[in-house]
């Protein structure tokens, strides 16, 4: 499980360290709730083609994967990641500005493009903060990073209801908003100083430490959860739009963004008591497994007459597909990675995640035009490739011991 050993050589836990860094979940991920689900038919309103769609929701995960790791090895050898956390909120509310100057398909990409290195390395800042407090404090990882889920649950869900009532339109309004919000936060994220050198939960001398990052068993673990991530790819971009057009309302839609997001926020507090016993790559190998039935079902639900009802039961598996894998991956960090080179495979993580996404994000719009919903059977076939590559991970952990 993740959880932390003593803290006995470590600084006096800051006030509230659990409270702050979950309202900084919180705020950071309202504008996610809002972007993920609705950004796709702002899109769609100002008249792009879905292969332009796929290109606007994909090319800024490419600047991401370069500028995210970059960021995190910053915060590594800064005074305080908090921080950098907060200049990446500040810069992020500028670059969203410029949303509103009535740009064509072009301009878009380029805001796009350069709001995506301050807003995409939050959260990734956000998990070290937090994972540095699992270390020092014996914080629970979950019940902080579960705020984010609830807040990401909340947006979607308000944000239907408010996008039906007034329009598309208002997406980059609220948009900023949001961004806003979680730049004045940021200012109250608990300031600890250096990374330090002691890391109890590392299995690995510090002598070694970036031996760790380098490790076969670990990089194919990135490599699997990035695969297995990258299956959602496909339902981020063009769901809500398939929903729309099969005549399910925006109030709805949020509803199903939200239903997988309370799935989602359950398995965050259950994780300890029910996954915490078993191997991270056990852990990546279950949730591509339904990633698996998860894609396959999905394209069957209208056909088969299901509706709402079973786009509701398939966007529960999202507490597995996309929640148990990304909490087998910070277990595998937390686990075998020092302290000092969190930041950096944090960003490492959001390399490899970012990279599959943008790959499978950048062909699902000609996908979309090709096949509409069945796409989902590629993902299905990216799923496997995941369980795979776990199962491969943990035989190269076993012969590492």
Known sequence: MIAAASADTYQEK?????LRVALAYFAIFTSSGLHLPYFPLWLEYRALTPTQIAIVLSMPLFVRVIAAPLVSMLADRSNDRAHILS???????????????????????????????????????????????VRRYGADFAKMRVWGSIS???????????????GEHIIPWALLVLLAAACAVSFIVPRIGKPRRLSPLSDVDMADAGRALRRPAFVTFLIATGITQASHAYGYSFSAIYWKSIGIEETMIGALWSISVVAEVIMFTCFRRVFGSIHPARVLMIGSAVAMFRWTAFPLIAPAGFGVVGFLLIQSLHAFSFALSFLGMQKMIALTIPEERGGTAQGLSTFFIGTSLAIVTMVSGPLY?????????VMVALAACGLLLANVSLRLEQREK
């Open 14 to 18: 800051p006030p509230r360290f659990e």
């Open 87 to 133: 200049i990446a909120t500040v810069l992020a509310v500028i670059v969203a500005a410029f949303y509103f100057v009535p740009f064509g398909f072009v301009g878009i990409l380029i805001v796009s493009l350069a709001l995506a290195p301050p807003w995409t390395s939050q959260v990734p800042l956000a998990d070290t903060i937090a994972l540095s407090g």
């Open 152 to 166: 990401f649950l909340l947006t979607s869900f308000i944000g239907g209801i408010f996008i039906q009532r007034v």
């Open 369 to 377: 035009s090709l096949s509409g919903i069945y796409g989902f059977y």
